[in-house]
């Protein structure tokens, strides 16, 4: 039997079970977007990537897709998302974007999604790159729908980062 847990607890819950290291709760528990006014402004960069499996059949469909290329507007879709994040994902700061490349490439099994963001801020855009990697993917899951329902997305993923206090990432593998 589950119990259901009021706000009140669940923000008491959180501030006694989230780890230190989280940093967009506030000493209460509650959400809250990171106050970084007093951080300096650095060149940031994030590599994003995400996997959309396709069958052979659907492979064989996609440069005859009625809807037009669905690469290329998949290209669009994602750096239109990596732009509307802070809108998105509640605690993310609206940030001024240097750069936005996506990349979709047919690869075996599937299309291969890699979206790289770029900023001069006070914080990092990971979420814009891993955002922008989403809808892109879903956007070719839209533009294929048709030809096959059983297209699966995964692997959604950061895959490097530079800049800001904890420097840089780079996912090993």
Same mark, same amino acid.
């Given at each position: 039997?589950?119990?259901?847990?009021?706000?009140?607890?669940? %923000?008491? =819950?959180? #501030?006694?079970?989230?780890?230190?290291? *989280?940093?967009?709760?506030?000493?209460?528990?509650?959400? +809250?977007? !990171?106050?970084?006014?007093?951080?300096?402004?650095?060149?940031?960069?994030?590599?994003?990537?995400?996997?959309?499996?396709?069958?052979?059949?659907?492979?064989?469909?996609?440069?005859?897709?009625?809807?037009?290329?669905?690469?290329?507007?998949?290209?669009? %879709?994602? =750096?239109? #998302?990596?732009?509307?994040?802070?809108? *998105?994902?509640?605690?993310?700061?609206?940030?001024?974007? +240097?750069? !936005?490349?996506?990349?979709?490439?047919?690869?075996?099994?599937?299309?291969?999604?890699?979206?790289?963001?770029?900023?001069?801020?006070?914080?990092?855009?990971?979420?814009?790159?891993?955002?922008?990697?989403?809808?892109?993917?879903?956007?070719?899951?839209?533009?294929?729908?048709?030809?096959?329902?059983?297209?699966?997305?995964?692997?959604?993923?950061?895959?490097?980062?530079?800049?800001?206090?904890?420097?840089?990432?780079?996912?090993?593998?």
């Amino acid at each position: 039997m589950s119990k259901t847990v009021s706000t009140a607890e669940s %923000a008491t =819950i959180a #501030a006694t079970t989230a780890p230190q290291s *989280l940093s967009h709760f506030d000493a209460a528990g509650r959400a +809250s977007m !990171v106050d970084v006014s007093a951080k300096p402004a650095t060149r940031r960069v994030a590599v994003a990537s995400a996997f959309v499996e396709l069958s052979a059949e659907v492979l064989r469909a996609l440069p005859s897709n009625p809807k037009g290329n669905p690469l290329e507007v998949a290209r669009f %879709a994602g =750096i239109q #998302a990596a732009k509307q994040t802070a809108l *998105l994902i509640p605690m993310c700061h609206p940030l001024a974007l +240097s750069h !936005v490349e996506v990349c979709a490439e047919i690869v075996e099994d599937g299309v291969r999604i890699e979206a790289t963001v770029t900023t001069t801020g006070p914080t990092g855009v990971e979420m814009e790159a891993l955002t922008a990697a989403s809808v892109a993917a879903l956007t070719v899951y839209d533009m294929t729908k048709a030809l096959d329902k059983s297209i699966v997305i995964r692997a959604i993923r950061l895959e490097a980062k530079s800049g800001g206090k904890s420097g840089e990432y780079r996912r090993k593998g």
